[in-house]
Nanobody, 116 residues
Framework: QVQLVESGGGLVQPGGSLRLSCAAS????????MGWYRQAPGKQRELVAA???????NYADSAKGRFTISRDNANDTVFLQMNTLKPEDTAVYYC??????????WGQGTQVTVSS
C-alpha cells in the first residue's frame, strides 16, 4: 500500500505561481512512477506531468515550459512547480503513483484556482 497526501493548492492570479507537494508513505520502495493529474469541471482527468524512478520526466503539451516536476528522495516527496498560470489551469490536481507490480494509488486532490 502507498499513501499519498497532497498540499499547496489555492487561489492565484493569472501569471502567478504555485508549488504542489505530494508526500508518499507506505511501500514506497516499489514505486515506478509518480505523476500529477488534473480534472477540471466537466472534463476528463488528464496527465499533467510524471517522473519515473530513474529520473526521467514526461509532460503534457499544456505544461511544457511552464510546469516542472521534481522529487525529494530523502523525504519521499514529489513537487509540481507551476509558473505562468492561466485560468484554464484551474482544476483539482491529483497525485498519482504506479508501482512495479502495476498497483495504482491516488491522493485526495488539491484545488487550484487561477482567477483575477
Amino acid at each position: 500500500q502507498v499513501q499519498l497526501v497532497e498540499s499547496g493548492g489555492g487561489l492565484v492570479q493569472p501569471g502567478g505561481s504555485l508549488r504542489l507537494s505530494c508526500a508518499a508513505s507506505g511501500s514506497i520502495f516499489n514505486i515506478y512512477v509518480m505523476g500529477w493529474y488534473r480534472q477540471a469541471p466537466g472534463k476528463q482527468r488528464e496527465l499533467v506531468a510524471a517522473i519515473f524512478s530513474g529520473g526521467s520526466t514526461n509532460y503534457a503539451d499544456s505544461a511544457k515550459g511552464r510546469f516542472t516536476i521534481s522529487r525529494d528522495n530523502a523525504n519521499d516527496t514529489v513537487f509540481l512547480q507551476m509558473n505562468t498560470l492561466k485560468p484554464e489551469d484551474t482544476a483539482v490536481y491529483y497525485c498519482n503513483t504506479r508501482t512495479r507490480s502495476q498497483q495504482v494509488y491516488w491522493g485526495q486532490g488539491t484545488q487550484v484556482t487561477v482567477s483575477s
